[in-house]
C-alpha cells in the first residue's frame, strides 16, 4: 500500500492541521491515499508524516493492490481538450497556481480577497465551499458552534460506511469512497480536519485552459444568457424543476450485519420516486462541481455525521437539509436542466442509474470548459467593465457573508437562552408561586382557597411558558439559522468562482506582453477578451439568479419567523389572561 | 470617651461578625459607644477589640461628656411596673435570657426555631426583624443580593445625620443618633453589620413580668378581642386609618451647611399635611417596637442608604417603601388607634410634637406589659390549645418566610436577566437584521427596497423589544419584589413574636415545680395560666390580621403582575405584527 512520489511544487504546511510541508522536486512516500478530499498522507525522507495536496505530488510507483482505489485527480481535463502545450501553462504557473494557504485556508476563503477588517464573527466556515461534504469535515455543528439541533448521527449504524450497494468497477466516485473511509478513520478526536481541494481541478488549470483552447468543442450543449430588467439572466424552465425529499428508510445488506438510509426522491416532472442514499447525493454533488464550479457556486451537501445517538431526529434533520440542497438545485435552471442531475432524478432503474453514471464521469465539459458551452446574447463587454463587476461581487458577498454570520452568531446564542437558562427561570418562577400557594393553603384561616387555586393556576402558567420559550427556537429561530446556514455555504463558494474570474482577467491584462513576449498570438489575445467577456456575463446570470433566490428566501424566512413569533407572545398573554381571571376582583 | 463595664452575662462571638467574646464577671473598656443597634465596642484585658450586646454588660464608670449621649436600654420597663424581685428574675435567667447565638444570627432568626433543611434560599435577611433601621444595615440591596433599584442615597447630602431641629434635651431616640453617628464611620467598607438588639428590651425581661406581675396598671387603654368567624380577631375601626406620604421636600439647617429631606404625610382623617424627616419615622418605628413587638411584629422601616449617587431615584424609592411601611401601620386596628402613632399623624404643631413625644417615651405599657391592656371577650383557653396554636403558627411563617425568599432570589435572578442580557440579545438581533438589511441595500439589484425597508423595521422592533423587555421589571417585577420584600421583613419580626409566647408557654408547664420550690405561689400559676390564655389570643388576632392582610396583599400583586404581563406580550405580538406587515405577501 505505499508508493513514491516526486512533488511537483513547494508545499507549506499550515500549522495545525497534520500538513506536510514540501520541497520540489522531493521524493515523498505515501503512506495513505484514502484520505480522500484531494489529499494523501505522506512521509518525507526524515520520516516526518503529514498530509500533502494529491495535485502538489506525482505519483512514480505504487503496488497493484493500491490502483484500484487510487483515485486520478477526479477531472483531469488536460486529455479531453485541445489543450496549449505544458510549457506554455508552466510560464502561467507562478501567477495561476494557487498558494497553498490560499487554497488551504479552510476557515476564511475569503481571506485571500480581503482582510477582514470587521473582526466580527469568527465562526469557522463549517459549510466549505467545495467538497468539504466527502468525509473531511467532522465538525458537529453545521452552525459554526454547537447548534444544539447539530445532532450525532447514527453511530455504529452509519449508512454511509459500508460498500455500496451498486457496481464499484465503475470507478464512480472514488473521492467519496475514500473521503469516507477517511473520516471513519480520523474519527472525532481528530478537530482540524482539511477542506478538500477539489477544486484543483478547475482551479489549478486555470482559466487559461478555457481562455486560450484553440478550439471549443461543440456538443449539444448550449447554455443561452439573455440580457432581461435586472441585467443578464440564465434562461428559465417554464416549468421549474422540483422535488421532494421523503420517507427515509433504513435499508441493509451483507445479511444484515450493515445497514444504511434511503431517501426518496420524487421529482415534479416524472412524479415517480427514486431511491438514493447519502452517497449518491455526495455523488451527485461531486459531478456538479466539476462541471459547473468554475461557474456556478455549488454549495457543499449538509454535513456528515458519523457518530451520535438520536438516530430518528438526526435523519430528520439530515432529510431537510438535504431537500434544502436539492431545492436550491432544482431552482437553478442550469443545474437543474444538466443531464447529470435529470439522471439523478429520474433514472428509471438500476442499469439507467449506472449507465448514467459512467456517462456523467466522463464528461469533458467540466472544469472551466463549462464557459465553452454558454453563449451570451449580447455585446462583447469591455474588459473595465468586467473587472468592475468582479469587484462589486467580491464586495458584495463578502459583506453578505459578514452579516450571515452574524446573525448565526446572534441567533446562537439567542437559542443557547431560550432552551437554556430562559426556561428553567420562567419554570423556577412557576415553581415559586406554586410553593408560596401551598404554604397559604396550610395556613388553616377560612376563604383561602381563591386565592391559593389562582396562584397555582399563575405558577403553573409560568411552567407552560417555560415550555413555549423552550420549544419556540425550532419553531422559527430554527428557519432563520438554516436559512442563514444555507446562505453561508452558498457564500463560501463565491471566493472560488470569483477567484477564476479574477485569474482570467489578469491573464487578458497581461494580453499585450504575452503577445510582445510571441508567448501568444494576437488572434488569442482577441479571443481571450471575448471570452472573459462570456465569463462576465455568466457571473453576472449568476449574481443576479443570487439576487433573486435571496430575496425571495429571505422574505420568507422573516416572514415565517416574525409569523411564529408572534403566535409566541400572543399565546403567552392568553395564558396570563386565563391565569389572571382566576384572581378575584377587588 | 472610655468607660469601664463589667460583663453580666457569658457572649460568644460570632465569626466574622467584628464581635468579642466575653466571659461573666470580666471586665472590659467600651471604646465606642456610638455604634448603636445595641451593640457597643470593648476592649478586653488582652487588647482584643470587638462588639459586646450592651445588655450583656454592665457600665461601671464612664466620662462626663459620655453621658449625655450614653443610652439607657431604651425602655428599662422594670422601674415603672410592679415586678417580682430580681434574685427571682436570677432564677428564670437561663431559661429565658436570649442565647447569644439566638440574638445575634442577622442571618437567619428562625435558625433558633427550626434547623432549615430546605437548603433553599440563603439571602440575608436585609430586612432585619427590629432595630436594623437605626444606622447598622449598610447592605445597600434591600432584596438581598445587589437589587438594580437599591439606590445609593443622597451621599454627602445626607438627609439623617444632621441634627434634629427639635429639642434634643428630652433624650429621643438616642439609639437612632448613635447608630446614624456609627453607620456613618463604618461606611460602606463594613461588610458585617450587626443586627439591632432592641428587642432584648422585652425579650430578655422575658413574659414573667407580664405572668407574675402582682398588680396590672389599670389605665385608659383597653384593647379588646372579639372572636369571629374565622376566630380570635382585634376590633377593626369603621373607618380605617389611611395616609398618604408625598411630595418630598430638600429642607436644610445650620444656613444651609447641612440638608435632609422632609416628606409631606396627610392622614384621612384630618387630611392636614404633617412633615416629617425620616428620622421621625425612625423615631416612631422604635416606640411602636417597644410598645406592641412583643405582641404584634413591627416591620422594619426601609433600609437607610447613606452613600450614593441617584438622589432622586433614592428619595422616590425611600418614599415608596415609607409609604408601604405607613399603610401597613395604618391597616393595624392597634397600631394606628395608638397615641403614638395618631400624634405622629396629626400633630398640631411643634409645641403639641414636643409634647407628645415626652408622654409616648414615658409610656410604661410597654414591651410584654401591652398584654395587660388586651382584653380577650372569650372563655381562657387550655395551655395545650395554646402550645399547639404557636406551633401552628410557628411553622406557617416559617415556611411562609422561605417561600417569600424564593420568590425573592427567583425574581432578583429574572430581574438581573431583563435587564442585563436578554434585552442585549434582542438588539444584537435587531443589529444583525439591520445590518444584513444595509448589506441587502448595497446589491444594486432591482427591486430591493421592499426586503430592506421590511428587513430594516423588523430589526428596529427587536431593538423596540430590548427596551420594553429591560423597562419591564420596574413596571410589573419590582412590586412583586417589593411586596415580597416587605412580607420578609414582616415574617422576621414572628420568630420574637412568638418567641416571647414560647418562653410564657415554657414557664406555666413550669409552674407546678415553681409552686413546689416555693418560688410563686399556687394563684400565681392560675393567673399565669390566665394570662397565657390572653396572649395566646392576641397571637391568633394577630396571624388572622396577618392572614387577612396577606390574602389581600398578594391577591392584589398578583393581580397586577399578571395585569403588567399581559400588556408586555401583547405589545411586543403587536409591534411584530406591524414589522411583518412590511414584507410583501408571497
Redesign the interface.
Known amino acids: 500500500m505505499t508508493a513514491k512520489a516526486k512533488v511537483l511544487y513547494d508545499f507549506s504546511a499550515e500549522p495545525g492541521n497534520n500538513e506536510l510541508t514540501v520541497k520540489e522536486n522531493e521524493t515523498v512516500t505515501i503512506t495513505n491515499q484514502s484520505i480522500g478530499g484531494g489529499w494523501v498522507e505522506a512521509q518525507n525522507s526524515r520520516g516526518e508524516v503529514g498530509l500533502v495536496p494529491e495535485d502538489y505530488i506525482e505519483v512514480l510507483q505504487q503496488l497493484p493492490s493500491f490502483s484500484s482505489a487510487a483515485p486520478a485527480a477526479p477531472t483531469l481535463t488536460q486529455g479531453h481538450v485541445t489543450a496549449p502545450d505544458l510549457s506554455f501553462f508552466d510560464a502561467f504557473a507562478p501567477a495561476s497556481a494557487p498558494a497553498p494557504n490560499q487554497t488551504s485556508n479552510g476557515n476564511d476563503p475569503w481571506s485571500t480577497w480581503n482582510a477582514d477588517p470587521s473582526g466580527g464573527s469568527s465562526n469557522n466556515w463549517a459549510s466549505n465551499p467545495e467538497g468539504t461534504q466527502t468525509g473531511k469535515s467532522a465538525a458537529p455543528d453545521p452552525w459554526g458552534s454547537g447548534h444544539p439541533q447539530a445532532y450525532q448521527g447514527p453511530g455504529a449504524e452509519d449508512d454511509e460506511w459500508d460498500d455500496e450497494w451498486d457496481d464499484r468497477s465503475t470507478g464512480g466516485y472514488p473521492e467519496s469512497e475514500a473521503g469516507e473511509a477517511g473520516a471513519m478513520q480520523r474519527g472525532a478526536g481528530a478537530h482540524t480536519m482539511k477542506i478538500s481541494l477539489n477544486k484543483f481541478p478547475f482551479s489549478k488549470s486555470g482559466p487559461e485552459l478555457y481562455l486560450l483552447s484553440k478550439q471549443l468543442t461543440k456538443g449539444k450543449e448550449r447554455l443561452p444568457i439573455y440580457v432581461g430588467?435586472?441585467g443578464p439572466v440564465w434562461s428559465y424552465p417554464e416549468t421549474p424543476v422540483d422535488c421532494v425529499v421523503a420517507d427515509p428508510k433504513k435499508g441493509s445488506k451483507m445479511y444484515g450485519l450493515k445497514s444504511y438510509i434511503e431517501y426518496q426522491i420524487t421529482p415534479n416532472s416524472t412524479n415517480r420516486p427514486v431511491n438514493h442514499r447519502y452517497k449518491h447525493f455526495d455523488w451527485l454533488y461531486e459531478r456538479l462541481l466539476d462541471k459547473f464550479g468554475s461557474a456556478i457556486p455549488i454549495p457543499s451537501l449538509p454535513d456528515k455525521q458519523v457518530t451520535g445517538r438520536f438516530e430518528e431526529e438526526f435523519i430528520k434533520m439530515r432529510m431537510e437539509r438535504l431537500q434544502g440542497w436539492m431545492t436550491r438545485m432544482c431552482r437553478h435552471p442550469i443545474v437543474s436542466s444538466s443531464d447529470v442531475f435529470q439522471l439523478f432524478l429520474t433514472y428509471k432503474d438500476e442499469k439507467d442509474w449506472k449507465m448514467g453514471k459512467r456517462k456523467a464521469e466522463k464528461d469533458e465539459l467540466v472544469g472551466v470548459m463549462v464557459f465553452s458551452t454558454i453563449e451570451p446574447e449580447a455585446p462583447d463587454l469591455d474588459p473595465v467593465e468586467v473587472e468592475q463587476k468582479c469587484e462589486?461581487f467580491s464586495?458584495?458577498t463578502k459583506?453578505?457573508d459578514?452579516?450571515?454570520k452574524?446573525?448565526l452568531t446572534?441567533?446562537h446564542?439567542?437559542w443557547k437562552?431560550c432552551t437554556g437558562?430562559?426556561p428553567k427561570?420562567y419554570q423556577?418562577?412557576g415553581?415559586?408561586?406554586q410553593?408560596?400557594s401551598?404554604?397559604?393553603a396550610?395556613?388553616?384561616?377560612?376563604?383561602?382557597a381563591?386565592?391559593t387555586d389562582?396562584?397555582t393556576e399563575?405558577g403553573k402558567t409560568y411552567e407552560e411558558i417555560a415550555l413555549l420559550v423552550a420549544e419556540q427556537p425550532k419553531k422559527d429561530l430554527h428557519f432563520v439559522m438554516e436559512t442563514n446556514n444555507e446562505y453561508k455555504g452558498l457564500l463560501g463558494c463565491f471566493p472560488d468562482t470569483i477567484g477564476v474570474h479574477k485569474a482570467a482577467i489578469d491573464k487578458v491584462k497581461e494580453g499585450d506582453k504575452l503577445v510582445a513576449a510571441g508567448k501568444i498570438t494576437p488572434q488569442d489575445k482577441v479571443g481571450m477578451a471575448k471570452r472573459v467577456s462570456t465569463m462576465s456575463y455568466t457571473l453576472q446570470a449568476e449574481?443576479?439568479h443570487f439576487?433573486?433566490n435571496?430575496?425571495?428566501d429571505?422574505?420568507?424566512v422573516?416572514?415565517l419567523y416574525?409569523?411564529e413569533?408572534?403566535k409566541f407572545?400572543?399565546t403567552?398573554?392568553e395564558k396570563?389572561?386565563h391565569?389572571?381571571g382566576q384572581?378575584?376582583t377587588?
Request: aromatic share 12%; hydrophobic share 40%.
Open positions: 430588467e435586472v462589486q464586495r458584495f459583506a453578505m459578514d452579516g450571515v452574524e446573525i446572534v441567533g446564542e439567542h437562552r437558562p430562559l427561570e423556577r418562577i415553581k415559586a408561586f410553593n408560596l401551598s404554604v397559604f396550610s395556613s388553616g384561616y377560612q376563604g383561602e381563591t386565592l389562582a396562584m399563575a449574481m443576479n439576487h433573486s435571496r430575496i425571495y429571505y422574505n420568507r422573516m416572514q416574525l409569523e413569533q408572534i407572545y400572543e403567552i398573554a396570563l389572561k391565569a389572571h384572581f378575584t377587588m
